[in-house]
């Protein structure tokens, strides 16, 4: 059975970087899925922000590009998201989930989730 | 604001039928998922109506034109929740998710 489980610092400071880690535990992260970060803010809709497949081709929400690096760290069956610049709207509930690679962008399995604040 | 619209609430009672519309869908790649307070959201439709494995018959997903629908059969109690539709896009960014909408269980 796959799980994700996210985990990173839960404050963060204005016009400081964003960083969560999500691990992967019942599967290999290699094996050809593709893996995504989602986040909602507090009483709000569900956002796209970042995909990575298993060979690192990565797609970005256009919105958020020019901050946002996600990568892979297969040795730990882990992936990242990093977030530059925060501001107050960056506050959220962030998840990760497992894409399914069979071109439906649909995401399969999801972490709990993990609150981030972004405040002074 | 999302390029997919969904209406911000749907109530029936139990035994009922429910179906949630997502309009701006342009292709057959979209899916719904089911979010129940203070929870992650749960696939329960993808590729317009397939279910994952798990997910009761009681949910069926259609499109037409450009509106794709969730259909909710033989409402029970535990379906009230938060169900947003999500579809690809050829647009800048590839997957938008509607706005979502608070199923109520009368």
């Known amino acids: 059975q796959v799980q994700l489980q996210e985990s990173g610092p839960g404050l963060v400071r204005p016009a400081e970087t964003l960083s969560l880690t999500c691990t992967v535990s019942?599967?290999?992260?290699?094996?050809?899925?593709?893996w995504a970060w989602i986040r909602q803010p507090p009483g709000e809709g569900l956002e796209w922000i970042t995909t990575?497949?298993?060979?690192?081709?990565?797609y970005y929400n256009s919105s958020l590009r020019s901050r946002v690096t996600i990568s892979v760290i297969a040795a730990k069956n882990q992936y990242s998201l990093s977030l530059t610049s925060v501001t107050a709207a960056d506050t959220a509930v962030y998840y990760c989930?497992?894409?399914?690679?069979?071109?439906?962008?649909?995401?399969?399995?999801w972490g709990r989730g993990t609150m981030v604040t972004v405040s002074s | 604001q999302s390029a997919l619209t969904q209406p911000p609430s749907v109530s029936g009672s139990p035994g009922q039928s429910v179906t949630v519309s997502c309009t701006g869908i342009?292709?057959?790649?979209v899916s719904w998922y089911q979010q129940p307070p203070g929870t992650a959201p749960k696939l329960m439709i993808y590729g317009v109506s397939n279910r994952p494995s798990g997910v009761p018959d009681r949910f069926s997903g259609s499109r037409s034109g450009y509106t794709a629908s969730l259909t909710i059969s033989g409402l029970q109690a535990d379906d009230e929740a938060d169900y947003y539709c999500s579809s690809f896009t050829s647009g800048s960014t590839p997957v938008l998710f509607g706005g979502g909408t608070k199923l109520t269980v009368l």
């Open positions: 019942g599967d290999s992260i290699s094996n050809g899925f593709y």
């Open positions: 990575i497949n298993h060979i690192g081709t990565t």
């Open positions: 342009t292709n057959d790649r």
């Open positions: 989930a497992r894409q399914l690679d069979s071109g439906y962008w649909a995401f399969d399995i």
